[in-house]
């Protein structure tokens, strides 16, 4: 009964590296978002995909970048890390729209 | 645009006092309406929802919140508190496209 599994956990990394953080359902939900949160900001959604095949922008898109690899996966990617992105990181996944939510446990992402 | 702003980032009670957590937004259509809440190291999960009918929703866990229309609020309840409810707790409303704007969240600490 797995849910949202998100990897890595933890991650650290030096200014201008790059890297992706893997997210993968198996709810067989049709949507699926990126969000990041920050103190005292809530969370705010980067990017989204609606279903299998479409991805949308959200809030604060700049900086990164995603695949809907197949109606399980939806991988988020940093191509140039900025201690601006040292953050948590969590996915979530969905039937329809926004009725109910369904999240990982998140990555912790620091970037020096 | 809507938004939500959540009074209180940081809530002391103590154990088997009422808990009241504040939410208010702005929306411009009818919204939906959510709480969620984080334990620590966890995703968040939902507690409770409003979308059509009866404004006072009732979620898991014991607590229910109401949707004030005239006053623009969805303010989250929880008659005695445990100490199990030591979590941060989100307020958020969809707005006109669908997409969930979260509010910056409230700590709740529970006092022996």
């Known amino acids: 009964n797995a849910g949202v599994t998100q990897t890595p956990k933890f991650q650290v990394l030096k200014t201008g590296q790059s890297m992706t953080l893997q997210c993968a359902q198996d709810?067989?939900?049709?949507?699926m978002y990126w969000y990041r949160q920050d103190p005292g900001m809530g969370l705010r959604l980067i990017y989204y995909?609606?279903?299998?095949?479409?991805?949308d922008k959200g809030e604060v898109p700049n900086g990164y970048n995603v695949s809907r690899l197949n109606k399980r996966e939806f991988s988020l990617r940093l191509e140039s890390a900025a201690p601006s992105q040292t953050s948590v990181y969590f996915c979530?996944?969905?039937?329809?729209?926004?009725?109910?939510?369904?999240f990982g446990s998140g990555t912790q992402l620091s970037v020096l | 645009a809507q938004s939500v702003t959540q009074l209180g980032s940081h809530v002391s009670v103590s154990e088997g006092a009422l808990v009241l957590l504040r939410c208010n937004y702005s929306s411009s259509v009818p919204p939906y309406l959510f709480w969620y809440v984080q334990y620590p190291n966890q995703g968040l999960q939902l507690l409770l929802k409003?979308?059509?009918?009866?404004?006072l929703v009732k979620g898991i866990n014991g607590f229910e919140a109401e949707f004030k229309k005239s006053e623009t609020s969805f303010h989250l309840t929880k008659p005695s508190a445990h100490m199990s409810d030591a979590a941060e707790y989100f307020c958020?409303?969809?707005?006109?496209?669908?997409?969930?704007?979260f509010g910056a969240g409230t700590q709740v600490v529970v006092t022996p």
């Open positions: 709810m067989n939900h049709n949507s």
């Open positions: 958020a409303v969809t707005d006109s496209w669908g997409k969930l704007q």
């Open positions: 995909s609606a279903s299998e095949g479409t991805t």
């Open positions: 409003y979308t059509t009918g009866a404004t």
């Open positions: 979530a996944s969905s039937d329809r729209g926004y009725v109910k939510l369904f």
